[in-house]
Protein backbone atom coordinates (compact mmCIF):
# COMPACT_ATOMS: atom_id res chain seq x y z
CA UNK A 1 0.00 0.00 0.00
CA UNK A 2 1.30 3.37 -1.19
CA UNK A 3 -0.06 5.19 1.79
CA UNK A 4 -1.52 8.45 2.08
CA UNK A 5 -0.65 10.59 -0.85
CA UNK A 6 -1.04 14.47 -0.70
CA UNK A 7 -0.07 16.12 -3.53
CA UNK A 8 2.48 19.17 -4.04
CA UNK A 9 4.51 18.92 -1.43
CA UNK A 10 5.40 22.26 -1.30
CA UNK A 11 3.49 25.14 -2.80
CA UNK A 12 4.40 29.20 -3.09
CA UNK A 13 1.98 31.29 -3.72
CA UNK A 14 1.31 35.11 -3.89
CA UNK A 15 -1.32 36.55 -1.53
CA UNK A 16 -4.54 36.65 -3.59
CA UNK A 17 -3.91 33.54 -5.23
CA UNK A 18 -6.38 30.29 -5.48
CA UNK A 19 -4.36 26.85 -3.62
CA UNK A 20 -5.66 23.80 -4.20
CA UNK A 21 -4.49 21.18 -2.06
CA UNK A 22 -4.65 17.05 -2.91
CA UNK A 23 -5.19 13.93 -1.04
CA UNK A 24 -5.09 10.73 -2.08
CA UNK A 25 -6.45 8.14 1.16
CA UNK A 26 -5.54 4.73 1.43
CA UNK A 27 -7.86 2.45 -0.13
CA UNK A 28 -10.73 1.25 1.77
CA UNK A 29 -10.28 3.47 4.36
CA UNK A 30 -13.96 4.95 5.34
CA UNK A 31 -13.07 8.48 7.20
CA UNK A 32 -10.82 11.34 5.67
CA UNK A 33 -8.85 14.38 7.70
CA UNK A 34 -7.19 18.07 6.71
CA UNK A 35 -5.32 18.99 9.29
CA UNK A 36 -3.19 21.72 9.35
CA UNK A 37 0.33 22.26 11.37
CA UNK A 38 2.01 25.40 12.99
CA UNK A 39 4.42 26.76 15.24
CA UNK A 40 1.78 28.81 17.24
CA UNK A 41 -1.51 26.69 17.01
CA UNK A 42 0.40 23.07 16.54
CA UNK A 43 -1.65 20.73 14.60
CA UNK A 44 -5.67 21.96 13.82
CA UNK A 45 -8.64 19.74 12.75
CA UNK A 46 -9.73 21.56 9.77
CA UNK A 47 -12.61 19.25 8.41
CA UNK A 48 -13.56 15.26 8.32
CA UNK A 49 -15.16 12.96 5.90
CA UNK A 50 -16.83 9.88 6.61
CA UNK A 51 -17.73 7.57 3.18
CA UNK A 52 -16.90 11.15 0.95
CA UNK A 53 -19.68 13.23 3.35
CA UNK A 54 -18.07 16.26 5.22
CA UNK A 55 -19.20 15.42 8.84
CA UNK A 56 -17.44 18.29 10.44
CA UNK A 57 -15.82 21.50 9.23
CA UNK A 58 -16.46 23.68 12.29
CA UNK A 59 -12.34 23.71 11.91
CA UNK A 60 -11.81 25.47 8.77
CA UNK A 61 -11.43 28.98 9.69
CA UNK A 62 -13.42 30.85 7.32
CA UNK A 63 -15.12 31.12 4.43
CA UNK A 64 -11.74 31.34 2.07
CA UNK A 65 -11.34 27.34 3.08
CA UNK A 66 -13.45 24.87 1.52
CA UNK A 67 -13.12 20.96 1.38
CA UNK A 68 -14.51 18.12 -0.97
CA UNK A 69 -14.39 14.77 -1.49
CA UNK A 70 -16.15 13.90 -4.92
CA UNK A 71 -14.98 10.01 -4.90
CA UNK A 72 -13.70 7.68 -2.60
CA UNK A 73 -10.09 8.34 -3.60
CA UNK A 74 -9.85 11.94 -3.93
CA UNK A 75 -9.93 14.97 -1.62
CA UNK A 76 -9.26 18.63 -1.85
CA UNK A 77 -8.54 21.18 0.08
CA UNK A 78 -9.13 24.64 -1.60
CA UNK A 79 -8.18 28.27 -0.21
CA UNK A 80 -9.10 31.53 -2.01
CA UNK A 81 -7.98 33.87 -2.10
CA UNK A 82 -5.20 33.01 0.20
CA UNK A 83 -3.53 35.08 2.74
CA UNK A 84 -0.14 35.11 4.32
CA UNK A 85 -1.15 33.81 7.91
CA UNK A 86 -2.59 30.33 5.72
CA UNK A 87 1.00 29.77 5.60
CA UNK A 88 1.42 26.22 7.53
CA UNK A 89 1.95 22.58 6.51
CA UNK A 90 -1.35 20.50 5.86
CA UNK A 91 -2.21 17.01 6.12
CA UNK A 92 -4.30 14.88 4.98
CA UNK A 93 -5.22 11.32 6.89
CA UNK A 94 -7.32 8.54 6.59
CA UNK A 95 -8.32 5.87 9.11
CA UNK A 96 -10.74 2.73 9.01
CA UNK A 97 -13.93 2.97 10.17
CA UNK A 98 -13.99 1.92 14.19
CA UNK A 99 -13.37 4.95 16.75
CA UNK A 100 -10.00 3.71 17.16
CA UNK A 101 -8.32 2.84 14.54
CA UNK A 102 -5.00 4.85 14.40
CA UNK A 103 -5.15 8.11 11.67
CA UNK A 104 -2.46 7.15 8.37
CA UNK A 105 -0.71 10.78 7.92
CA UNK A 106 0.44 12.08 4.22
CA UNK A 107 3.85 13.41 4.52
CA UNK A 108 1.93 17.21 4.21
CA UNK A 109 2.04 20.06 1.71
CA UNK A 110 4.10 23.12 2.90
CA UNK A 111 2.22 26.09 1.62
CA UNK A 112 4.03 29.58 1.70
CA UNK A 113 1.80 32.33 0.95
CA UNK A 114 3.57 35.72 0.18
CA UNK B 1 -14.12 19.91 25.27
CA UNK B 2 -11.05 17.47 25.17
CA UNK B 3 -7.34 18.74 25.67
CA UNK B 4 -3.88 17.17 25.98
CA UNK B 5 -1.12 19.12 27.74
CA UNK B 6 2.38 18.01 27.16
CA UNK B 7 4.05 19.97 29.34
CA UNK B 8 7.34 19.89 28.49
CA UNK B 9 8.84 20.94 24.42
CA UNK B 10 12.07 19.31 24.85
CA UNK B 11 13.46 16.24 26.28
CA UNK B 12 16.99 15.53 26.00
CA UNK B 13 18.57 11.97 26.73
CA UNK B 14 21.65 9.97 26.85
CA UNK B 15 21.53 7.10 24.20
CA UNK B 16 20.85 4.06 26.09
CA UNK B 17 19.13 5.91 28.99
CA UNK B 18 15.37 5.53 29.57
CA UNK B 19 13.21 8.16 28.38
CA UNK B 20 9.80 9.35 29.78
CA UNK B 21 7.84 11.55 27.44
CA UNK B 22 4.90 12.86 29.40
CA UNK B 23 1.20 13.45 28.41
CA UNK B 24 -2.11 14.58 30.76
CA UNK B 25 -5.39 14.77 29.40
CA UNK B 26 -8.64 15.96 29.50
CA UNK B 27 -12.27 14.62 27.84
CA UNK B 28 -15.49 13.34 28.77
CA UNK B 29 -15.90 10.02 29.26
CA UNK B 30 -13.49 7.02 28.97
CA UNK B 31 -10.71 8.39 26.73
CA UNK B 32 -9.13 7.17 23.15
CA UNK B 33 -5.48 8.01 24.04
CA UNK B 34 -3.11 7.97 21.36
CA UNK B 35 0.91 8.45 20.84
CA UNK B 36 2.33 9.42 17.53
CA UNK B 37 6.05 10.34 16.08
CA UNK B 38 6.67 12.81 13.69
CA UNK B 39 10.49 12.88 11.79
CA UNK B 40 11.58 16.06 9.79
CA UNK B 41 9.30 16.55 6.67
CA UNK B 42 7.31 13.38 7.07
CA UNK B 43 3.30 13.18 8.27
CA UNK B 44 2.67 11.48 11.60
CA UNK B 45 3.05 7.57 11.80
CA UNK B 46 0.79 5.87 14.52
CA UNK B 47 2.96 4.65 17.49
CA UNK B 48 0.41 2.83 19.65
CA UNK B 49 -2.81 3.71 21.71
CA UNK B 50 -4.64 2.98 24.28
CA UNK B 51 -8.56 1.92 24.32
CA UNK B 52 -9.05 -0.34 27.52
CA UNK B 53 -7.92 -3.43 29.48
CA UNK B 54 -3.94 -3.53 30.87
CA UNK B 55 -2.62 -0.08 31.22
CA UNK B 56 0.62 -0.60 30.21
CA UNK B 57 0.60 -0.65 26.52
CA UNK B 58 2.82 -1.65 23.86
CA UNK B 59 3.37 -0.50 20.84
CA UNK B 60 6.16 0.07 17.88
CA UNK B 61 9.92 0.11 17.76
CA UNK B 62 10.20 -0.61 21.33
CA UNK B 63 7.89 1.95 23.19
CA UNK B 64 5.23 1.87 25.76
CA UNK B 65 3.00 4.25 27.15
CA UNK B 66 1.25 3.56 30.70
CA UNK B 67 -2.50 4.82 31.21
CA UNK B 68 -3.11 6.22 34.77
CA UNK B 69 -6.46 6.93 35.24
CA UNK B 70 -6.91 9.41 38.62
CA UNK B 71 -3.94 11.50 37.15
CA UNK B 72 -5.48 11.34 33.34
CA UNK B 73 -1.70 10.40 32.26
CA UNK B 74 -0.55 8.48 29.48
CA UNK B 75 3.25 8.66 29.46
CA UNK B 76 5.33 7.33 27.00
CA UNK B 77 8.69 5.63 27.65
CA UNK B 78 11.24 3.40 26.77
CA UNK B 79 13.96 1.45 28.82
CA UNK B 80 16.94 2.18 26.42
CA UNK B 81 16.74 5.24 24.20
CA UNK B 82 18.43 5.31 20.42
CA UNK B 83 19.70 8.15 19.12
CA UNK B 84 17.23 7.37 15.78
CA UNK B 85 14.37 7.85 18.41
CA UNK B 86 15.39 11.49 18.09
CA UNK B 87 12.10 13.42 16.63
CA UNK B 88 8.67 15.03 17.35
CA UNK B 89 6.67 12.95 19.66
CA UNK B 90 2.59 13.57 19.70
CA UNK B 91 -0.02 12.93 22.21
CA UNK B 92 -3.93 12.48 21.56
CA UNK B 93 -6.97 11.93 22.78
CA UNK B 94 -10.51 11.48 22.23
CA UNK B 95 -13.68 10.52 23.66
CA UNK B 96 -15.40 7.42 22.84
CA UNK B 97 -17.75 6.97 20.44
CA UNK B 98 -15.55 10.30 18.49
CA UNK B 99 -13.56 10.29 16.01
CA UNK B 100 -11.94 14.26 16.16
CA UNK B 101 -8.65 13.69 17.76
CA UNK B 102 -7.30 16.63 19.83
CA UNK B 103 -3.09 16.87 19.84
CA UNK B 104 -0.58 17.95 22.69
CA UNK B 105 1.79 20.61 21.20
CA UNK B 106 4.38 17.87 20.80
CA UNK B 107 7.65 16.91 22.36
CA UNK B 108 11.00 17.28 21.05
CA UNK B 109 13.00 14.37 21.54
CA UNK B 110 16.79 14.47 21.25
CA UNK B 111 19.01 11.56 22.04
CA UNK B 112 22.41 12.31 22.62
CA UNK B 113 24.76 9.92 21.40
Known amino acids: DAGVIQSPRHEVTEMGQEVTLRCKPI?????LFWYRQTMMRGLELLIYFNNNVPIDDSGMPEDRFSAKMPNASFSTLKIQPSEPRDSAVYFC????????????FGNGTRLTVT | AQSVAQPEDQVNVAEGNPLTVKCTYS??????LFWYVQYPNRGLQFLLK??????LVKGSYGFEAEFNKSQTSFHLKKPSALVSDSALYFCAVTGAGSYQLTFGKGTKLSVIP
Open chain 2, 50 to 55: YITGDN
Open chain 2, 27 to 32: VSGNPY
Open chain 1, 27 to 31: SGHDY
Open chain 1, 93 to 104: ASSGRSYNSPLH
